[in-house]
């Protein structure tokens, strides 16, 4: 039976923020009885607050536990089952495994350039839109929610939650698009694949090993795609995509989480901006449900606390109906391991059908009345005019490149060729900021700057 203790593992959510907090009245079309106090949306979901629901915290031994400790379940990923780091080292002393990921996460140098990298706002547009940082912050704080109701690693969630987008390119996904097309005749470039590549290679810490050394379900965790053909090279980690399996339970959540967390902000983000109006998002299922509950509770309300109060409680809903079916899935597959839940046909957590097609539905709004915006589509244009720009001049004379990646780059390319020069010019990229590529392309093509 493993214990885990939340005192060293950072805040709970309902001390970061208490939007993601699931509440039984903001549940989706699941037969859930309603809360009696509103004060319920503060708080996790137990046995208390959903009688009906299967539970998934069971009721703690009182003599045998603080009241903020809980019983992992076992299909839950624990120090004595991982499947080790890359490199030997002796265990911490006073954390867990999945505590020193997290730790080592945080102290990276990717992880503090997310703050200046975009979400959807470029980050010169405005100091309260969300940057990559706030966003895998924000994505923690929901997946460990998830996490501590289902008996999962809380730790090992948090890690991966964070890490999830540390080797994405400026620019968001139109860096991402852009950075793609230049590498494809090179073995073209994978946001996930490259978080992994930071994580193993790129960061450069520690003197006894190259990354920072995290454990198998860490890194399995980080990689929620890869295409069959890089899988082949990744060994142990790229085996599921090509056997068609699963990763743990605390990667399947983080990787929820990030729809979750995304989906939500970006509404928050457009709606600040002008670009979508609370009106239109009036015909979203999801939205107006949550919309109507706070003007009739709150009449007179101000936009601003109107608007949160809505999401919030969209987050609340739809991480419930996350948290509810992933349960029931469980109950129905009964995994007595991780590596049980390694091998089902297809992830067990999930949301209910119902839950996914307003999750859905949200997305499309988002897809076509705010990615679509003119005034996105005109920075995404100019984001992927700079990377273009940037790549092929450094590509065509690494001498463009500061010292240090022309050095690395003229060793890629003396052990693999045109493909070695091209993947070390991707990394040094990819590991820019928003501020720092506009700035590079400024020095690189404008005579009048500074080189």
Do not use: W
Request: charged content about 25%; some cysteine; aromatic content about 6%.
């Amino acid at each position: 039976m493993n214990e885990i203790s939340r005192g060293h593992g950072g805040p709970s959510s309902a001390e970061v923020d208490d939007a993601s907090a699931p509440d039984a009245r903001d549940a989706p079309p699941l037969t859930v009885p309603s809360a009696e106090s509103p004060a319920s949306a503060e708080s996790r979901v137990s046995a208390q607050s959903l009688p009906s629901a299967p539970s998934p915290r069971p009721p703690l031994d009182p003599a045998a536990a603080a009241p903020d400790t809980y019983v992992l379940a076992p299909y839950a990923a624990t120090d004595a089952q991982s499947r080790g780091r890359r490199h030997p080292e002796p265990p911490p002393a006073f954390r867990t495994e999945f505590q020193r990921d997290r730790d080592r996460i945080i102290h990276a140098n990717a992880f503090r350039r997310l703050v200046y990298k975009t979400q959807v706002f470029v980050n010169h547009e405005g100091d309260l839109y969300r940057t990559r940082v706030t966003h895998s912050i924000e994505v923690a704080q929901i997946a460990r929610s998830a996490a501590v109701a289902l008996r999962l690693n809380e730790s090992l969630t948090e890690a991966i939650s964070l890490a999830h987008d540390l080797g994405h390119t400026p620019f968001g996904h139109a860096g991402q698009d852009a950075l793609n097309e230049c590498m494809k005749p090179y073995g073209g470039f994978e946001h996930n694949l490259q978080s992994l590549r930071v994580v193993d290679e790129l960061e450069e810490r520690y003197a006894e090993f190259p990354g920072l050394n995290l454990t198998f379900e860490c890194r399995e965790g980080i990689l929620k795609h890869c295409s069959v053909r890089n899988a082949r090279n990744l060994g142990e980690l790229g085996e599921r995509f090509l056997l068609r399996r699963q990763p743990g339970l605390e990667a399947q959540i983080a990787n929820l989480a990030d729809e979750i967390a995304y989906n939500n902000h970006d509404v928050d983000d457009g709606i600040r901006a002008g670009m979508i109006e609370v009106g239109e998002l009036l015909d979203v299922r999801l939205f107006r449900r949550q919309y109507d509950t706070v003007v009739s509770k709150y009449p007179g309300l101000g936009e601003r606390r109107l608007v949160h109060e809505v999401i919030r409680r969209m987050i609340n809903f739809i991480l419930t109906d996350l948290i509810l079916t992933t349960q029931s899935n469980i109950d129905a597959a009964q995994p007595r391991s991780i590596e049980d839940v390694r091998l089902q046909p297809k992830p067990l957590a999930a949301l209910s059908v119902a839950g996914r097609e307003e999750h859905t539905e949200l997305m499309t709004f988002l897809r076509d009345r705010l990615y679509r915006h003119y005034k996105v589509v005109r920075m995404t244009s100019k984001a992927r005019r700079v990377l273009r720009e940037l790549f092929d001049a450094f590509f065509n004379d690494v001498n463009l490149l500061p010292t240090e990646y022309r050095t690395l780059a003229q060793a890629a390319e003396k052990a693999r060729g045109v493909d070695g020069r091209a993947r070390a010019v991707a990394d040094y990229i990819a590991g820019m900021t928003d501020r720092f590529a506009i700035g590079e392309h400024a020095r690189l093509l404008d005579p009048t700057e500074r080189s």
